[in-house]
């Protein structure tokens, strides 16, 4: 299967493309009112596919269901039991929610969607050209999907010019995603590469670890005939292939408290609390890494940062973070170190995998991070704020800002759940306590570790700065787990009885 182009044209297209382009983008959470108008309205609705066509298309258009939206839609239980248990269980589930940090004020039972008696059935995400979403909108909601659902929400995104609403570039890091399987997954890594075997992001392929990641594999028939083969068990029919699992969660930032709490810790120098945001983060407002060191980067906001250039680092030479902070936003989210980072020979890398050399605290937690990489496809909500008007107290009536974050993944637990539980949410990361996320942390005390709230900033050549009090930025208002099916599974699902 090396060398192979994979089947584009039956894997949805939010899978190969951010679509910059499409600055505008609806996201209508729906449930099921009628379940034949329903499959009728997702059989006919021309989802885009990861084919690339010239000219590009101005807009598009994805569908993806949770499992509660597979039941209603009568996908039989013996084929949803194929999906992964986090899947089944769904992100609202008791303990999971303790793991992911949604206590307090993020519980479910607070959320807007998502949370007991709203899960939403149905997903679809509409992306446009600036100035076609009305007509694509209008063009799909008519009486066919009236007739098919009832929405539960529709989130709105904001285009915030290439940065987040806190005000630093985003979308710059992604892993670039083996589409033609070239890479020899079984021979481990030596070193931190961004290339990542497909299967990490698409069922139905071989992924890190050389596997097929579970999926619901069926037996052939008539029922099952348009559906691809499992290249694992050719003689079962692959449900998930070309699909993969959509996480969406909607966060609510709190700008005018980033900031004020930044001019705060900064006597209201706004140089000084840049600099302090992009220590919380990691990289500069322009998205510059702080890891390449170069201070002479002037801040602000970069309109079209180079994803390319902005990526090639790591942290090896910077250890005790003292140009990163070791609790950074980004060095959390993405370690960047490998297997055997600095153990080239192979009984160097024995040694490793049996637990000898160790080089401290972090490799236990950092390694491998091959295994907990996400592709993130979140857009931004709420009108745009300034750093320096979110330096204003707020007016009354004043609009909630965020991110409506989306990540893909074939292993919800392996990968985003690890990343938001044990590199963000954790109070013990690479040799800190009493700290979590300085962007994304609940700030909720947890058995053992009554205090959450601090963070480390290590100063060259000198004692670390340590920041306490730290107030929560951001909370969670929404969020679910979805399946993006490849389209011929898509047509399936629309077909089922
Ligand atoms: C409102 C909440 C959040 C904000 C404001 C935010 C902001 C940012 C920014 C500005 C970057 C750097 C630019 C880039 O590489 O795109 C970034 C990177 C990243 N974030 Fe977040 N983020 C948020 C939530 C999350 C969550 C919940 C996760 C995962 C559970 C996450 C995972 C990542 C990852 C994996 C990276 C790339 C790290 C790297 O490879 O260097 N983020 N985020």
């Not at 382009?21 to 099921?32: D, G, T």
């Amino acid at each position: 299967m090396r060398g192979r182009d994979p089947d584009y044209g039956d894997v949805q297209g939010l899978v190969r493309f951010g679509y910059r382009r499409m600055k505008e983008a609806s996201y209508a959470l729906l449930r099921v009112r009628n379940v034949e108008a329903a499959r009728a309205w997702l059989a006919s609705t021309p989802v885009a596919s990861a084919a690339a066509t010239d000219p590009r298309p101005p807009t598009a258009v994805h569908v993806a269901f949770t499992a509660a939206g597979l039941e209603a839609l009568g996908v039989p239980a013996a084929v949803r039991a194929g999906f992964s248990p986090e899947f089944l269980a769904g992100m609202t589930e008791e303990s999971r929610s303790r793991r992911l940090g949604d206590v307090g004020p993020n519980a479910p039972s607070r959320w807007a969607w998502g949370g007991p008696g709203f899960v939403p059935h149905v997903l679809v995400m509409l992306f446009a050209e600036p100035g076609r979403l009305g007509g694509l909108v209008r063009g799909l909601t008519g009486a066919a999907w009236t007739d098919a659902f009832e929405a539960l929400e529709w989130l709105e995104s904001g285009d915030l010019r290439g940065a987040e609403p806190f005000g630093f570039a985003d979308g710059i890091s992604q892993p670039q995603l083996d589409w033609k399987q070239e890479r020899d997954v079984g021979a481990g890594r030596v070193e931190y590469g961004n290339v990542v075997a497909l299967g990490e992001f698409l069922l139905g392929y071989r992924n890190e670890y050389g596997r097929y990641t579970d999926r619901p594999l069926l037996d052939a028939g008539a029922a099952t005939a348009s559906l691809p083969a499992a290249e694992d068990a050719p003689e079962k029919k692959d449900l998930g292939r070309n699909g993969t699992y959509l996480v969406l969660r909607q966060l609510r930032q709190d700008v005018r408290g980033l900031w004020q709490f930044l001019l705060a810790q900064s006597c209201g120098d706004f140089a000084k609390a840049e600099r302090l945001g992009a220590a919380l983060l990691g990289r500069r407002r322009s998205g510059e890494p702080l890891t390449l060191d170069r201070p002479e980067a002037a801040p602000g906001a970069a309109s079209e940062p180079d994803p390319e250039r902005l990526n090639r680092f790591t942290y090896e030479d910077d250890p005790a973070g003292a140009r990163c902070p070791i609790g950074a936003h980004i060095r959390r989210a993405n370690p960047r170190n490998a297997n055997y980072v600095g153990r080239p020979s192979k009984l160097g890398r024995l040694l490793a995998d049996l637990g000898f050399g160790r080089r401290g605290l972090s490799d236990d937690l950092t390694s491998s991070v091959r295994f907990h990489r996400i592709l993130r496809r979140g857009r931004s909500y709420g009108p745009w704020l300034d750093p320096e008007g979110a330096a204003e107290p707020a007016p009354p009536g004043d609009p909630e800002r965020g991110l409506h974050f989306a990540c893909l993944n074939a292993n919800i637990s392996r990968q985003f759940e690890f990343v938001q539980n044990a590199w963000m949410a954790s109070t013990k990361f690479s040799g800190l306590t009493g700290e979590s996320d300085p962007i994304v942390g609940n700030r909720e005390p947890i058995p053992g570790c009554p205090v959450t709230d601090g963070f480390t900033l290590p100063q060259e050549g000198g004692l670390p700065r340590r920041l306490s009090g730290m107030p929560r930025f951001v909370t969670v208002r929404g969020g679910a787990y979805f399946f993006l099916p490849g389209l011929r599974a898509l047509r399936f699902i629309a077909g089922a009885s």
